[in-house]
């Protein structure tokens, strides 16, 4: 069994940053993409960012300059440096992990961190 464990949501005002960090763990042999997706109320969940195994970064256009994903990879950890938070932000953080446990990778979520920014 798999579990993505998140922290580090919290309210911030307008401007502000928060750091979130989200730690695999469980039987896992490799980890592929890992990312972050937000779902705001009355909305569909969407892609923050995501992160290869090597290194490659891929962002949603709403957060190109402000947000930063990296990963441990000895760690089994993803984080996501959010800078210059502005309200349209809030939302329900959510990390997703391509963990290979056998020959097959399966996708696992962590439970969601709120973040809430304040105008």
């Known amino acids: 069994q798999v579990q993505l464990v998140e922290s580090g949501g919290g309210l911030v005002q307008a401007g502000g940053s928060l750091r979130l960090s989200c730690a695999a763990s469980?039987?896992?042999?490799?980890?592929?993409?890992m990312g972050w997706y937000r779902q705001a109320p009355g909305k569909q969940r969407e892609l923050v960012a995501t992160?290869?195994?090597?290194?490659?970064?891929n962002y949603a256009d709403s957060v190109k300059g402000r947000f930063t994903i990296s990963r441990d990879n000895a760690e089994n950890t993803v984080y996501l440096q959010m800078n210059s938070l502005k309200p349209e932000d809030t939302a329900v953080y959510y990390c997703?992990?391509?963990?290979?446990?056998?020959?097959?990778?399966?996708?696992?979520w962590g439970q969601g961190t709120q973040v809430t920014v304040s105008s």
């Open positions: 997703k992990a391509a963990v290979r446990a056998s020959l097959t990778p399966i996708d696992y």
């Open positions: 469980g039987r896992i042999f490799t980890i592929g993409v």
């Open positions: 992160v290869s195994s090597g290194g490659s970064t």
